[in-house]
């Protein structure tokens, strides 16, 4: 490849997905920062995307595989491929509104101590609900935001835990520093594990509400529901241990490994699911603390620190805990005398 690196590289994760992707680079024509590239991951798509990529984009860099091997892999991918200052990650079903771009470099380039930054995510069918004003965690990761009506309390700039990476940016010496996702999640809370490891490396994380998306809404997972339940808790569990400080482990571990059993009780979700979930993070537990071991071994800032950015686990469990039981006394009153 020839010519100077530009200075953004937007990296999108694909499979399956042409229509929602075509829509997605129609919006970075758009875009009033034009010192960018684009680089397209095809995780083993059966459906002509990479034919219509070189077909009607060729200045997209493509990066093909010829199985899903999942969104931890493809965007590790990207990220080799790319050759900007600023990476940005994109997901196939997000549209971006015109100053995007201008507005994530804006503020990287005026604030050298933030290393990421969280786009406000907002419904692509009613863009006055909120999608996602980045990421938090308590005891389980979560979209700030998610479902509310987008008002004054996303409308200000502030420091959150880490960006959600269906539409965040990053320093490349992030990833320099702390290295890339990790691929044993394949799919699911990844970047979060990503956020806290560079929080523990003192690379702080902003809320940007002037850099707009529109969001489809979960469209590829949508194929994907029972895998997506086994994923998410086994992502959940193995997120948990392999971030969480000692003062939040060493008391909420139980609650979190009995979870997956009572969850199916409360959520709905198939049990047998997330019993599979249960199941598969056992054999990632070394992994998890290895990777614990190295994060905490090279922090740069103090516990104290990364902890002020979680979450209070209290409330959520209080809530959980009550739904839990009444939704076991409806089942009690509706049994047979």
């Known amino acids: 490849m020839t010519g100077a690196a530009p200075r953004v590289s937007v990296i999108i994760p694909t499979w399956n997905g042409r229509a929602l992707l075509r829509a997605a680079l129609v919006s ?3 875009q009033t920062f034009r ?3 684009t680089v397209v991951v095809d995780n ?10 070189r077909a009607e984009y060729p200045d997209v860099i493509v990066v093909a595989f010829a199985e899903n091997r999942g969104f931890a892999v493809a965007v590790n991918a990207g990220l080799r491929a790319a050759r900007g200052s600023y990476l940005v990650l994109l997901n196939n079903d997000v549209e971006a509104e015109a100053q995007w771009l201008e507005a994530i470099v804006g503020v990287l380039d005026a604030r050298r101590d933030v290393g990421s930054v969280a786009s406000k995510m907002v419904s692509l069918r009613d863009p006055s609900l909120l999608d996602s004003a980045g990421a938090a965690m308590g005891l389980f990761a979560y979209d700030i935001g998610r479902g509310e009506r987008d008002g004054p309390r996303f409308s200000a700039g502030r420091e959150i835990l880490c960006p959600c990476a269906g539409a965040g940016a990053y320093r490349s010496e992030l990833f320099d520093a702390v290295g890339q996702f990790d691929e044993a999640f394949f799919a699911w809370f990844e970047d979060v594990e990503l956020g806290i490891r560079a929080q523990l490396a003192g690379f702080k994380c902003w809320f940007e509400p002037s850099a707009r998306v529109r969001h489809h809404g979960h469209a590829t997972a949508s194929f994907l529901s029972t895998p997506k339940t086994v994923y998410t808790v086994r992502n959940a569990l193995l997120l948990f241990l392999q ?6 482990l060493l008391p909420w571990a139980p ?3 009995v979870w997956p059993f009572l969850d199916p009780i409360f959520s709905g979700r198939p049990a047998g699911a997330t019993i599979s979930g249960w199941l598969k993070f056992w054999p990632l537990v070394p992994h998890a603390l290895a990777a614990r071991r190295r994060n905490y071994a090279a ?9 002020a950015l979680l979450e209070d686990p209290r409330p959520d469990f209080g809530r959980a805990m009550r739904l ?7 089942a009690g009153s509706e049994a047979p005398a």
């Open 299 to 307: 922090r740069r800032v103090s516990v104290s620190r990364v902890t």
């Open 324 to 330: 839990l039981l009444a939704r076991l006394r409806g």
């Open 243 to 248: 971030t969480m400080p000692l003062r939040r």
């Open 255 to 257: 609650v979190m490994l």
């Open 44 to 53: 083993g798509s059966r459906d002509g995307t990479v034919e219509m990529l």
């Open 35 to 37: 010192d960018f590239e």
């Open 28 to 30: 970075l024509r758009a």
